[in-house]
Structures are given as structure tokens and as C-alpha cells.
């Protein structure tokens, strides 16, 4: 057959397709439950990262994970009994300045003190507004009281963590106005959603 | 055969870089090297599928008919980013979300197509596989320089590791995508200077050994 006919550029494409594509699908049907294991664990120690449950490693995120948190039906969100009181966690999405920014904001069941944060995905600014995935950012939601409207997340603070918890305030990251604002939106409707489902106004 | 490999290994290396001589690969060379760790895999991830895609492309080359010769490059090369990918949501998934879709995008750095229709369209599989090998390396080598001054500039660390202490301000244009203009763009000066100053030494040490022409000097 001629390398130029029809034919053999069909049958030669064919076969080409199916020897390279058929390992690819072999290798990710090999690695689903992997895959889904990881993302499991990403989401599950999250949660445990909001609620402020310290873990080492897959094993033993999975088992505080089982014996902790409860989902909410409907996927609504997570409970957790902690120190004799009912926290509730939720997952909110909202605008960032350059992609959406999703988090695991958890606090007490009547919404009047976060339990914490984490944040699942965000693209911000490396080094400006992505330094809102770094501890001492996120350490400062931790016990923090909420105010009628939520937390205030302050432009005029130092930039370096307020260690606060009554006033209802945290420090912006210095240089990211606008995305400290998109994270003070989304946690405040993240408070809002935990108060509709904790029976509170 | 071990000095023709040599040669190839040089030519990716320094004499043919993809990023110096070529220009090949600069998209990725701005997306990822804010970091050196993402740099480092990318480096990785890029050069195992262009050597092994320029092996595999070689090595059934007689095979290829003409009309679909692109398409069966594009095929092959896919095939071993998409392992890459594969494994890394696997294996590592921290770093294969940190990275998003630019491991898929592998694909698409000209680096792997260059190589392919350049090289090993033409050549015996095992100098293919040097020519994508170095030509990786040397992609991931100017990576990596460019990966260390933007990170140590712009976090004080490299690899993650803080060097400098907290007098130190962050050069927050360092993480942002015009700093890796500006130092592709100087890495680009130096080395065409360096390479360009070697040649006029070379053409007059050339010179100077040939023996003047009979009459000239009287």
C-alpha cells in the first residue's frame, strides 16, 4: 500500500490514535481512585483546617474527619461538636481580582464567633493578593467576633495580623485592597449562611 | 557516534539553546518561574516529553505519511504531557494544582514541535532522543536562573527556603509576569554578547594564522 493513499493514511491514523490514547486511558482509569482520594482529602482537610482540628497526615485527617464532622444534607455544609459547643462550616465561592476565590469559613452554629477559615482556590496576585493563603493572614479569623454585618477586613491596619479577637477586625494584606475586600464579601456571606442555617438572625 | 551525542548535548546545551538561540518556550518561561520548585517540574515535565516524543516520532518516522505528518507530532507529543499530567494529579497533587493547565500546555511550547520537525523528522532515533533531551535541559537550565533571581527577589527564599531575613522588602514585580520579560530579555543580551564577542575572536585569531597574501606587504 502507498504511504500517500487514502487508505493508508486512514488506517494509519486510526491505528496511531488507538495505540497512543488507549495507554492514557489505561493509565487514568488506573489513577481515578487516587485522584479522587486526593481531592477527597483536599476538601476533607480543609474542613478540619477551618474548624481548627489538628492532624498528621492522610490517615489521621480521615479518621478525625469520620469522627468529627457530620455533613449537612443537601451538601449545605459541615457540623462539628468542639469543646462542648456546635460550630457549622460552609464552602463560598465569590469574586477574586483575577479568578474566583473559594474558602471553608466555619463558626459557632448562632454566628457570633468564626471558628476559622481556609482557602480552597484562589488565583490572586503572587506575593499581593495571594498572601491571603498565608497563616498569619488566616490565623487572625480564628476566634474572631462577628458583628452584625460579619468581620471587617481593615485597610488601615498594619498589614502584619491584628491579635484582636473582640473588635470584629483583621488586618488587610498590605498592597491588596481589593482583594482583602473580595475575602471580607465572602466570608461575610459565608457568616450569613451559617446564621440562616444555625436558626440566628 | 559518542562525539556526534556530545555535540547534540552542547548544541541544546549552549550553541542552539531553545531560549537564547531559538526563542522557542518563552510563554512558559513567564508563567512558571515566579517559583523554582513549579520550575523545576515544568523543566522536567517538558524535557521527558520532548525526549521521548522526538525518540517515538523517530523511530516510526518511515512509517508517518506526509499528509498527517503534523497531526501524528502533535498526537505523540500530547501522549507524553498527558502522562506527565496524569501522574502528577496522581502522585503530586499540590503541585499539579500550583501548576493548573500549564502542564497541559506543555503541548503547546514550541520547544516540543521545533524539535520534532526540526530534528528528529530527520534523523536516527537515538541522536533524537539526545537532541529533545538536551534541548529540554537547556530550556530548564535558563528556567531555572531566571526561576532563582525572581524567587529569591521576590519572596526572599529559594525553594521555599527564606534567605534573607525581615529587613529584607519583597520586589513584588519580581513574582509578576514583566520581571520574566525583563530577565529573559537580559539573559537573551548576555548571552548574544558572550556568543557574539567568542565569534570575533575566533574570526581573528583565524585571521591572524593565515598566512599574507604574496606582495601585500612590500
Known amino acids: 500500500m502507498k504511504k500517500d493513499s487514502i487508505a493508508y493514511v486512514v488506517a494509519f491514523t486510526f491505528v496511531a490514535c488507538a495505540a497512543f490514547i488507549a495507554p492514557l486511558a489505561l493509565a487514568n482509569e488506573g489513577t481515578k481512585g487516587r485522584v479522587e482520594a486526593n481531592r477527597l482529602f483536599a476538601s476533607r482537610s480543609a474542613v478540619l483546617r477551618a474548624f481548627g482540628v489538628a492532624y498528621e497526615g492522610q490517615a489521621d485527617a480521615e479518621a478525625k474527619y469520620a469522627s468529627l464532622v457530620a455533613e449537612l444534607p443537601g451538601g449545605r455544609g459541615w457540623r462539628a461538636e468542639l469543646d462542648g459547643a456546635s460550630y457549622l462550616a460552609v464552602k463560598r465561592s465569590g469574586a477574586g481580582l483575577w479568578g474566583t476565590i473559594t474558602m471553608v469559613v466555619a463558626a459557632d452554629a448562632r454566628g457570633e464567633r468564626l471558628r476559622g477559615l481556609e482557602i480552597l482556590d484562589q488565583q490572586e496576585t503572587p506575593g499581593l493578593g495571594g498572601r491571603i493563603d498565608e497563616a498569619w493572614f488566616k490565623e487572625q479569623f480564628r476566634g474572631e467576633r462577628l458583628g452584625p454585618a460579619g468581620v471587617v477586613v481593615d485597610q488601615a491596619g498594619t498589614g502584619k495580623g491584628d491579635p484582636d479577637r473582640e473588635n470584629g477586625r483583621v488586618d488587610a494584606v498590605t498592597g491588596a485592597s481589593r482583594t482583602s475586600g473580595f475575602v471580607q464579601a465572602i466570608v461575610n456571606a459565608a457568616v450569613a449562611e451559617i446564621r440562616a442555617a444555625g436558626g440566628s438572625k | ?218
Do not use: H
Not at chain 2, 182 to 199: D, I, Q
Open chain 2, 1 to 218: 557516534m559518542k562525539g556526534k551525542s556530545a555535540k547534540i548535548l552542547k548544541d541544546g546545551l549552549w550553541a542552539n539553546n531553545p531560549i537564547f538561540v531559538q526563542v522557542l518556550g518563552i510563554c512558559s518561561t513567564l508563567a512558571v518561574t515566579n517559583n523554582v520548585r513549579n520550575t523545576l517540574i515544568m523543566a522536567a515535565g517538558v524535557t521527558f516529553a520532548t525526549a521521548l516524543g522526538s525518540l517515538t516520532l523517530s523511530a516510526i518516522k518511515g512509517l508517518i505519511p506526509r499528509k498527517v505528518r503534523m497531526i501524528v507530532q502533535v498526537l505523540v507529543l500530547s501522549f507524553y504531557v498527558i502522562l506527565v499530567d496524569i501522574v502528577l494529579r496522581a502522585y503530586a497533587p499540590a503541585v499539579s494544582k500550583q501548576l493548573g493547565p500549564y502542564v497541559g500546555l506543555i503541548i503547546t511550547n514550541c520547544i516540543l514541535m521545533g524539535r520534532a520537525e526540526a530534528f528528529a523528522a530527520a534523523n536516527p532515533p537515538w541522536p533524537s532522543f539526545v537532541d529533545g533531551l538536551a534541548n529540554g535541559l537547556g530550556y530548564g537550565l535558563v528556567l531555572l536562573c531566571i526561576a532563582v533571581v525572581r524567587e529569591f527577589l521576590g519572596f526572599g527564599s529559594v525553594l521555599g527556603i527564606r534567605l534573607v531575613g525581615d529587613w529584607f522588602t519583597p520586589w513584588t514585580i519580581m513574582i509578576m509576569a514583566p520581571s520574566a520579560f525583563f530577565l529573559v530579555a537580559l539573559a537573551l543580551w548576555g548571552a548574544k554578547s558572550y556568543n557574539a564577542r567568542a565569534e570575533a575572536r575566533r574570526k581573528a585569531a583565524s585571521a591572524a594564522a593565515r598566512p599574507a597574501p604574496s606582495g601585500a606587504a612590500k
